[in-house]
């Protein structure tokens, strides 16, 4: 999405490289735009399994108007619904948790915005 770029800007390292698998298996590209690499964070909200809410600030590894891929201390299941802002670009929405990949301390996960973002309020 171009509003997108005019925000971040291009990126220095060129494409969003893939992520890797187990086995030497590469993930097949399903995406419809580009990520850009990010150095930007956001904070997530969600509700833990007792139903109460929870935030955590997490680095974003890259992300597009379609989705992104954070760093996150927490797991969370695919289908999981988190919401989302990031102060340094004044946005909020919503996200569908799509894969969860454990590191070593820490998991890679995959977010899909539930709609464009809307400006923060």
């Known amino acids: ?35 850009f690499h990010t150095g930007c964070r956001f ?15 997490v680095k974003v590894i890259d992300m597009s108007g379609d989705g992104a891929l954070i760093k996150c201390g927490v797991p969370f299941y695919p289908g999981s619904i988190i919401h989302l802002q990031t102060h340094e670009l004044g946005l909020m929405g ?7 990949d454990p590191l070593l301390f820490t998991y890679q996960i995959g977010l899909e915005f539930t709609g464009i973002l809307s400006p923060r309020i």
Not at 4 to 18: F, T
Not at 94 to 100: D, E, I, K, N, Q
Request: overall charge positive.
């Open 43 to 57: 904070q997530i909200t969600w509700r833990d399994k007792r139903g109460k809410s929870r935030s955590k600030n």
């Open 94 to 100: 919503s996200a569908y948790v799509r894969r969860c």
């Open 1 to 35: 999405m171009k509003w997108l770029r005019s925000i971040l800007g291009p990126s220095p390292r060129g494409a969003a490289p893939e992520a890797p698998l187990t086995h030497g298996a590469r993930r097949a590209e399903n995406r419809f735009n580009q990520r």
